[in-house]
């Protein structure tokens, strides 16, 4: 009986180190974005700051949009970078209508979902 007591609370006790690893990795941060235009469309980089933790907890998406809420591209990343902080990825061939002259750039992780922060950024035209 001692013993399962003892496994229990191991279980219990890496269960909650495991949680409390995940919240301290927070919403994704959006430290910068560029953008440059080429021909008739768009080249963005992003760069993102997040506590990756491993294929449990990392930043998995960024997405570009309009002021009035048109999702124009979205960029999926598809593996952790808990040894690359921050990181920048880019994402070519969007195509952003004449008239727009600012974006939106919003992040997500895989635990919290969309971040709150967005971040605007005016396009050189």
Same mark, same amino acid.
């Given at each position: 009986m001692r013993i399962a007591r003892i496994f229990v609370a191991g279980c219990l006790l890496v269960t909650s180190l495991g949680a409390a690893t995940q919240a301290l990795a927070g919403d994704v941060e959006i430290v910068d974005a560029k953008a440059r235009s080429s021909g008739d469309s768009w080249t963005f980089s992003v760069t993102l700051k997040h506590g990756d933790t491993g294929w449990d907890h990392y930043a998995d998406l960024w997405q570009v949009y309009t002021l009035d809420g048109a999702l124009l591209g979205e960029r999926v990343?598809?593996?952790p970078h808990e040894n690359e902080q921050p990181f @920048?990825?880019?994402l070519s061939g969007v195509q952003v209508p004449d008239?727009? @002259?600012e974006v939106i750039i919003r992040a997500r992780d895989n635990v919290h979902g969309v971040s709150p922060q967005e971040f605007r950024l005016k396009l050189d035209r």
């Open positions: 990343l598809l593996h @920048t990825r880019s008239d727009v @002259t």
